[in-house]
């Protein structure tokens, strides 16, 4: 159903400013949780019903800060759904969204630039899923959110585009639609569907080690490069945590960021020679960290010290 027949059109205009990442985003599309906390900060707490209601309350029209219903995320009673049923999507060719690929767009502060297309993208990073709060309301391509079906939401790729998702901890993989924008919290790649979550193990950890592989549609699943194989089956050391907190030209500058942060008592710190469009810089990273928590903690007084924002690597 084409959205300009399915709201009025200062709705839309509204909510593709929101969705394109203007000055109201989501609240709570920020990644993650751990046991007692949501994406938000607040209590990931079972769903009373189940997840079964859409979004007919969808005003888009109010304010980010009240237009869902619920105020903290959330998954829905009971055993998750039974994943052997569900189709994974079948990448095709599709038209770029009207809504959700404006570039650059700006969340918080941060600005983002939407790739031209997907073709050979792949990288590495933390995964977070959404639930319950988010399930029947529109997304930034105002498509419904769907927490039964495998989607995602991420900063750059167009929308709508397709990719596999590996679970760099167990090795399982599973097929994304991407129709969303997210996830806009420090240190995370992607946000999974709750099914998505469900299938590779994100769910009910809250959030997971992955590598994002964009898919050409036409391209053969079996011509991608094979998934990364589990840690535990191959005997391979699992994938640690790295924070970059800079990249330098100049080597003194590299070895004094480096000794600020030794100074400061993180440990251990890397000073790595890497080429950047055929230049030679020296990386200075922070790792590797024991998971995802201690990864939010170190970067947020990594930030205090005035020093710029690290960027998380999984390797």
Same mark, same amino acid.
């Given at each position: 159903? +084409?959205?300009?027949?399915?709201?009025?059109?200062?709705?839309?205009?509204?909510?593709?400013?929101?969705?394109?990442?203007?000055? +109201?985003?989501?609240?709570?599309?920020?990644?993650?949780?751990?046991?007692?906390?949501?994406?938000?900060?607040?209590?990931?707490?079972?769903?009373?019903?189940? @997840?079964?209601?859409?979004?007919?309350?969808?005003?888009?029209?109010?304010?980010?800060?009240?237009?869902?219903?619920?105020?903290?995320?959330?998954?829905?009673?009971?055993?998750?759904?039974?994943?052997?049923?569900?189709?994974?999507?079948?990448?095709?060719?599709?038209?770029?969204?009207?809504? @959700?690929?404006?570039?650059?767009?700006?969340?918080?502060?941060?600005?983002? *630039?939407?790739?031209?297309?997907?073709?050979?993208?792949?990288?590495? @990073?933390?995964?977070?899923?959404?639930?319950?709060?988010?399930? @029947?309301? +529109?997304?930034?391509?105002?498509?419904?959110?769907?927490?039964?079906?495998?989607?995602?939401?991420?900063?750059?790729?167009?929308?709508?585009?397709?990719?596999?998702?590996?679970?760099?901890?167990?090795?399982?993989?599973?097929?994304?639609?991407?129709?969303?924008?997210?996830?806009?919290?420090?240190?995370?790649?992607?946000?999974?569907?709750?099914?998505?979550? #469900?299938?590779?193990?994100?769910?009910?950890?809250?959030?997971?080690?992955? $590598?994002?592989?964009?898919?050409?549609?036409?391209?053969?699943?079996?011509?991608?490069?094979?998934?990364?194989?589990?840690?535990?089956?191959?005997?391979?050391?699992?994938?640690?945590?790295?924070?970059?907190?800079?990249?330098?030209?100049?080597?003194?500058?590299? $070895?004094?960021?480096?000794?600020?942060?030794?100074?400061?008592?993180?440990?251990?710190?890397? #000073?790595?020679?890497?080429?950047?469009?055929?230049?030679?810089?020296?990386?200075?990273?922070?790792?590797?960290? *024991?998971?995802?928590?201690?990864?939010?903690?170190? *970067?947020?007084?990594?930030?205090?010290?005035?020093?710029?924002?690290?960027? #998380?690597?999984?390797?």
């Amino acid at each position: 159903m +084409k959205p300009s027949l399915a709201l009025p059109l200062l709705a839309i205009a509204m909510l593709a400013l929101a969705a394109c990442g203007g000055s +109201k985003p989501r609240p709570s599309k920020s990644g993650g949780y751990s046991p007692g906390r949501s994406s938000s900060g607040g209590t990931y707490r079972p769903s009373a019903d189940g @997840g079964s209601r859409r979004g007919s309350d969808d005003d888009v029209s109010r304010p980010q800060s009240s237009r869902y219903r619920d105020n903290a995320d959330s998954v829905p009673d009971g055993p998750p759904p039974d994943i052997s049923k569900l189709v994974e999507p079948v990448p095709k060719v599709e038209p770029r969204a009207l809504y @959700g690929n404006k570039s650059p767009y700006s969340v918080l502060g941060q600005s983002y *630039t939407v790739l031209s297309n997907a073709n050979g993208y792949v990288e590495r @990073g933390i995964a977070s899923f959404y639930g319950n709060k988010f399930h @029947g309301y +529109k997304t930034s391509s105002l498509e419904e959110y769907d927490m039964y079906q495998f989607s995602a939401a991420h900063k750059t790729l167009p929308l709508p585009s397709y990719a596999r998702v590996t679970n760099l901890e167990n090795g399982k993989s599973v097929v994304v639609r991407i129709n969303d924008r997210g996830p806009f919290h420090d240190n995370r790649l992607i946000d999974l569907s709750y099914a998505a979550a #469900v299938k590779i193990g994100v769910y009910p950890k809250g959030t997971g080690l992955v $590598e994002v592989r964009a898919i050409t549609p036409g391209e053969p699943l079996q011509d991608l490069p094979p998934p990364p194989p589990a840690p535990v089956a191959t005997g391979a050391p699992r994938p640690g945590i790295y924070l970059q907190v800079g990249a330098f030209a100049d080597s003194a500058n590299a $070895e004094r960021v480096a000794q600020q942060l030794r100074s400061a008592n993180f440990a251990p710190v890397q #000073v790595v020679d890497a080429q950047i469009n055929g230049r030679s810089v020296r990386r200075v990273r922070v790792g590797p960290l *024991t998971d995802v928590d201690s990864a939010d903690q170190v *970067t947020a007084k990594i930030e205090d010290m005035g020093l710029p924002r690290p960027q #998380v690597a999984v390797d």
